[in-house]
C-alpha cells in the first residue's frame, strides 16, 4: 500500500523551531520530487517547498526562503521539513506529497497541487506565543 505519514506538527513559538516528517511505505521516496505544502483556515493549499529525485535540486516559497530547509534521508525512506523561526502566518496543516511522474524527477515550478498525488494526512503546526 502506497502511503505517505506526516508527523512533528505542533505548538511552537515565533523564533523556535520545528522539524516535520514525511514518511514514505509501499514505495521509495527517492524516485519522486516531493513536496510539502500548507494549509491554512479559509485559504487554498500552497506549496511551500520542494525537493527534486535526480540532483536534489530545492525550491522554497519566498515566504519561507532562508527559514525552511528540505532534505531526504534516503535510509529511512523520509524528507524533512526544518522550520526555523517560525511566524504565526505559518500557521497551518502541513502535507506532503509525491509530484506525478508525467511532470519528471525534477520541482515543477512552482509546485502546484494539482502535480501532486499520494497525500499524507496532513500535521498540524501553530505557531504562537
Known amino acids: 500500500q502506497v502511503q505517505l505519514v506526516e508527523s512533528g506538527g505542533g505548538l511552537v513559538q515565533p523564533g523556535g523551531s520545528l522539524r516535520l516528517s514525511c514518511a514514505a511505505s509501499g514505495f521509495t521516496l527517492d524516485d519522486y520530487a516531493i513536496g510539502w505544502f500548507r494549509q491554512a483556515p479559509g485559504k487554498e493549499r500552497e506549496g511551500v517547498s520542494c525537493i527534486s529525485s535526480d540532483d536534489g535540486t530545492t525550491y522554497y516559497a519566498d515566504s519561507v526562503k532562508g527559514r525552511f530547509t528540505i532534505s531526504r534521508d534516503n535510509a529511512k525512506n523520509t524528507v524533512h521539513l526544518q522550520i526555523n523561526s517560525p511566524r504565526p502566518e505559518d500557521t497551518a496543516v502541513y502535507y506532503c506529497?509525491?509530484?506525478?511522474?508525467?511532470?519528471?524527477?525534477?520541482?515543477?515550478?512552482?509546485?502546484?497541487?494539482?502535480?501532486?498525488?499520494?497525500w499524507g494526512q496532513g500535521t498540524q503546526v501553530t505557531v504562537s506565543s
Open positions: 506529497a509525491t509530484q506525478r511522474r508525467l511532470y519528471g524527477s525534477s520541482c515543477a515550478i512552482p509546485p502546484l497541487p494539482a502535480r501532486f498525488r499520494s
